[in-house]
């Protein structure tokens, strides 16, 4: 495959394709296997991951490339290969979240700031070697009364337009998440209220990449979209693919390739129904697609629930939501399709 940045990013948003988030931290794959009541150890990590990653159908058809988490992309499946080798081998791409998650912002209560520049260009050569062909880092704004403020979203799309720019150098392509939060506290906020804090974040966020002289060719979008608080009366799904365009149609330039939405706490099917929504109803200048992590990977932890003898029920849901979500990406998903299966 070609190395070029913009061929990577043009691969990762391939036509029906998108990206798997499996970069659960430690802490979160924690959470999520204490609810299946599982325990959370390297192997059992392991374990999981390489369920999802020999998914053949899934991996080969569907998903462009997957997020990976430091450990993962260090580990060995049960036979031996490198996890990142059966991505590869499927036919598509490991990356990496570099960012060292999200910490309180000093003077700035209730906002946070995403740690991790420290060190990043060493850390991202290194991950070129490990086989990272594209990297992840998410900032983090909350929605509440007087919040975000402006010092938070600057300082947030500074780090972002940074980490960027020295994914670049490495020639690794970054994903750009800049995650307007659906829940927190209170998350009773409109979907006006979202619509307006995201083109506010998103406009800051392309004004930095600009003046860090990041390429736009050479990036992938990574926002939440347009939508009610988790607290609030939920908007219907024409409502959020109306308001999300509008929303990314001002504020992205036509010379990013891709925008690869987070699912940021939508059930499985809401997810996939507004991205087809979008992809089915609109004339776009970028690819829409997935960059999902719960909506995709909720189903398959449920029917795996850490036992050998449910791997095969584990592959066929998340085989079932990558479908479903492929189906989405090029607007012909149907509500029957869920049903059949
Ligand atoms: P969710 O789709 O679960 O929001 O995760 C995507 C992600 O990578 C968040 O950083």
């Known amino acids: 495959m070609s190395e070029r940045l913009e061929d990577i990013a043009v691969a990762m948003v391939a036509d029906g394709k998108g990206i798997l988030a499996a970069d659960e931290s430690s802490g979160t794959i924690k959470k999520r296997f204490d609810a299946i009541k599982v325990e959370s150890t390297a192997d059992s990590r392991r374990d999981y991951r390489e369920m999802l990653f020999r998914s053949d159908e899934a991996m080969s058809k569907y998903i462009s490339g997957v997020i990976l988490y430091d450990e993962t992309l260090r580990q060995k499946a049960v ?16 990356g990496i979240k570099v960012d060292a998650g999200a910490k309180d912002l000093t003077n ?7 740690e991790g520049l ?10 070129y070697g490990l086989g990272a062909r594209f990297a992840k880092w998410r900032g983090v704004i909350a929605i509440a009364e007087g919040v975000p403020t402006w010092g938070a979203v600057k300082q947030n799309a500074q780090a972002l ?8 150098e490495a020639g690794i392509v970054p994903i ?3 995650e307007v939060l659906m829940d ?15 083109q506010w974040v998103l406009k800051t966020v392309f004004d930095e990449l600009y003046d860090a002289r990041v390429s736009l060719e050479g990036m992938i979008l990574k926002p939440n979209m347009i939508i009610d608080g988790k607290n609030a009366r939920k908007a219907g799904v024409e409502e959020v693919a109306e308001k999300t365009v509008r929303v990314l149609k001002a504020t992205v330039p036509s010379a990013v390739p891709g925008i690869a939405f987070l699912s940021g706490g939508q059930s499985d099917e809401e997810a996939t129904a507004h991205l087809s929504a979008m992809n089915a109803n609109y004339d776009l200048p970028w690819k829409l697609t997935f960059s999902y992590g719960r909506a995709l990977q909720a189903a398959a932890l449920q029917a795996w ?4 003898e449910n791997v095969a029920a584990g592959q066929r849901a998340f085989t079932h939501r990558a479908r ?6 090029i607007g012909t998903w149907k509500t029957d399709l869920e049903k059949a299966a």
């Open 305 to 308: 629930s850490g036992k050998t």
């Open 108 to 114: 700035f209560p209730g906002e946070s700031i995403t």
């Open 79 to 94: 036979d031996g290969t490198p996890l990142a080798d059966l991505i590869k081998a499927a036919g598509s791409i490991p």
């Open 324 to 329: 479903m979500n492929s189906l989405a990406a």
């Open 161 to 168: 337009a940074r980490y960027a720019a020295l994914c670049q």
């Open 118 to 127: 420290d060190g990043l260009r060493e850390r991202l050569a290194e991950y």
């Open 176 to 178: 750009v998440e800049p």
């Open 184 to 198: 927190g506290a209170p998350a009773d906020h409109s979907i006006d209220r979202c619509a307006e804090v995201t």
